[in-house]
């Protein structure tokens, strides 16, 4: 059983004058334990996909199941908690809460979860030592580089356990170097933590690093193979 | 931590949350002060006026209020104000008989309420012996009238002179006497201090025919908090043809203008609350919008947006409690302070105020009730300003908020 199902899934803008067709007709699987790149140009679809593979827009057709959960027909509250529970987001920017520490902004999500202070404290100093930010963890965003801020957000897409980890554009705003870092510790997660990344790029230095690459072309998946 | 987040969030922009906490701040204690001292002075006055005048509480025959007449004079028997006397919270009963009479002096006559007194008790009330400006104060048994000041003067008497009293007494026999004047007093109400004379009780009750009457027993309590509570024990303990009636129902005019003065002050207050009001509306409002792509992002992580609503509920909150709290803080001193030493007013104010009889005195309050409310007010903008979040947390969409 796949982990992530997308079955006959389009998506149907009609907010601008003439409707646009984001995505057509897509079917695809993840498993557990991927490491996959959407990539595509700008305007092909990418956003639109993880958006509705997060949970975070409805597709206008077609069914996602996520864990045996068809939430294309979960409740708007239930599907909070989904989001939550099952998956963890990296944004682009402007990730973190700026008035919250690393360790704090870690803290948070499992603090959304109802965990308990203690094991909180200990999960996000463990999370933050292995996305190597073991000496930051009092500094707020603002202190931080755009890389490290990136680690502190995967550092939280982790702590709240999910299923899997959504990440659009993660490297966008990282210069090339702290975006080959960014990749190298996140597949060292996906080891250490078995944890499924899937995330959309366009560069082709994060391309490469993927085992698996989905390319999508006006809406379309156009290729899907497995990097050697 | 949803407590500490909160806090964090609102200093943001810590000049802006200075200002919009100092306006709050300022508008508490300006609101505290005013209404510190239209609570204080209403008190005084009538606390003044029922000294003065009325008492807080007057025991009457039925009709007296309307006739003035001896003939609705009444009779309290010494057991019947034993028990009033228990009463808790009644701190003196002062019995009077007044009537009206012609006073003459040589070719000059005038009309003046002649009020037979206990010298004790109106001292007790009234502090009448302090009004004294010459001569001696009446004793128990003494035969001498005191008069006021203006009244001599319209009699052209002075200290030591006799003047004739002619009226009439109880069920119309005729009182007349010859009386010699003992003391002169300066009363503070012009039109008291132009009419009134006092006579020793008994000496009235011979003069007038009507012995062991009174025409009223003026109550005084203690804080007129408790004056429902004793207005109810008296009229308990009232036979027929006895009644009682309260310091508003004989000064109706006195009630009026404090209503309308507080009434005026219940309004300036409310425009200055509905300023800041605005002023901390605004604020929330920023601090709201110009996180709309936090609000998507904390949304697409999983937080419920009853979670974001609460938040800024508490900042909102916070917001208003930081002046409330310094305001409140801050303004318990300062009306203690004014309490304990009394501003003397002087001009037009001051006119105004003699003219009710009332040393003008502006004295203030330190009623729990005023911080409360100011408090409540404040709180209650809060929740209203909370409503802003709540409509903008409630219609984000978190994709759309993310674009931004
Ligand atoms: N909210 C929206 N309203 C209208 N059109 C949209 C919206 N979001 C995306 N689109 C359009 O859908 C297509 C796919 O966009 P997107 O998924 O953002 O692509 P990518 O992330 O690959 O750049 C584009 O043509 C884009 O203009
Ligand atoms: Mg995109």
Redesign the interface.
């Known amino acids: 059983m796949a982990l992530i199902e997308l079955k006959d899934i389009s998506k149907t803008y009609n907010t601008t004058a003439v409707p646009v067709n984001a995505l057509k007709d897509i079917n695809i699987t993840f498993e557990k334990q991927e490491f996959t790149a959407i990539v595509g140009p700008s305007g092909s679809g990418k956003t639109t996909m993880l958006n509705i593979l997060g949970g975070l827009d409805k597709p206008t057709n077609g069914t996602v199941i996520i864990d045996n959960n068809d939430i294309t027909k979960m409740k708007p509250g239930n599907l909070v908690d989904f989001r939550l529970n099952k998956i963890g987001f990296v944004f682009q920017a402007y990730n973190l809460i700026p008035v919250l520490t690393a360790l704090e902004n870690v803290e948070f999500i499992m603090l959304l979860q109802k965990v308990s202070k203690k094991e909180r404290r200990e999960q996000a100093e463990n999370l933050l030592q292995d996305v190597g930010l073991g000496d930051r963890m009092d500094n707020r965003p603002s202190q931080l580089s755009g890389g490290q801020q990136q680690r502190v957000a995967v550092a939280r897409a982790l702590a709240s356990k999910p299923a899997f980890v959504l990440a659009d554009e993660p490297t966008a705003n990282l210069d090339s170097k702290s975006a080959e870092s960014l990749l190298d510790m996140m597949e060292e997660m996906n080891k250490k933590h078995n944890m499924t990344f899937i995330f959309s790029t366009h560069d082709a230095r994060v391309i490469k690093r993927a085992r698996r690459v989905v390319t999508l072309e006006d809406g379309m998946v156009k290729e899907d193979k497995i990097n050697k | 931590?949803?407590f500490k987040?909160a806090w964090?969030?609102i200093?943001?922009n810590k000049k802006r949350t200075v200002i919009v906490s100092a306006s709050v701040f300022f508008a508490v204690i300006l609101a505290c002060v005013m209404r510190s001292a239209q609570l204080g002075s209403y008190s005084y006055m009538i606390d003044s006026a029922a000294k003065m005048q009325t008492g807080y509480l007057q025991i009457q025959g039925e009709k007296f209020w309307e006739n003035r007449s001896l003939d609705e004079s009444i009779q309290l028997t010494s057991g019947f104000q034993d028990s009033l006397q228990k009463i808790n919270h009644i701190t003196s009963l002062t019995p009077r008989l007044e009537a009206f009479a012609l006073l003459s002096k040589d070719s000059i006559t005038k009309v003046s309420p002649v009020i037979g007194i206990d010298p004790q008790k109106e001292h007790n009330m009234t502090e009448l012996d302090k009004k004294l400006v010459s001569g001696q104060y009446l004793q128990s048994g003494d035969q001498g009238i005191i008069i006021a000041s203006g009244l001599a003067k319209r009699l052209k008497a002075v200290l030591g002179d006799s003047i004739v009293l002619y009226g009439s007494g109880f069920h119309g026999q005729i009182a007349a006497a010859e009386l010699k004047i003992t003391g002169i007093v300066e009363l503070p109400l012009p039109q008291m201090n132009d009419a009134m004379a006092f006579i020793d009780l008994p000496n009235a009750q011979y003069i007038y025919a009507a012995p062991g009457r009174i025409t009223s027993l003026s109550i005084m309590i203690d804080n007129i908090r408790n004056l429902e509570t004793v207005n109810d024990a008296v009229h308990g303990m009232l036979t027929n043809k006895l009644t009682v009636m309260t310091w508003d129902e004989m000064m109706p005019d006195l009630v009026q203008s404090i209503e309308m003065d507080n009434a005026s002050g219940l309004i300036m207050i409310g425009i200055l609350y509905m300023v800041i009001a605005f002023g901390v509306f605004g604020t929330i409002m920023m601090m709201t919008a110009e996180r709309e792509?936090?609000f998507g992002?904390?949304?697409?992580?999983?937080?419920?947006?009853q979670?974001m609503i609460f938040v800024s509920l508490i900042e909102s909150v916070m917001i208003s409690l930081i002046g409330v709290v310094f305001g409140v803080l801050g303004s318990i001193p300062i009306t203690a302070y004014l309490k304990a030493n009394p501003i003397v007013l002087s001009g037009d104010s001051a006119a105004a105020w003699e003219s009710l009889g009332i040393e003008p005195i502006m004295t203030f309050s330190v009623n729990p009730d005023i911080y409360f409310w100011q408090s409540i007010i404040v709180f209650v903008i809060a929740l209203f300003c909370a409503l802003y979040p709540l409509l903008f947390i409630g219609h984000l969409k978190?994709?759309q908020a993310?674009r931004r």
């Open positions: 931590m949803y987040l964090k969030n200093w943001r792509k936090e992002i904390l949304n697409s992580i999983g937080m419920k947006k979670r978190p994709i993310m």
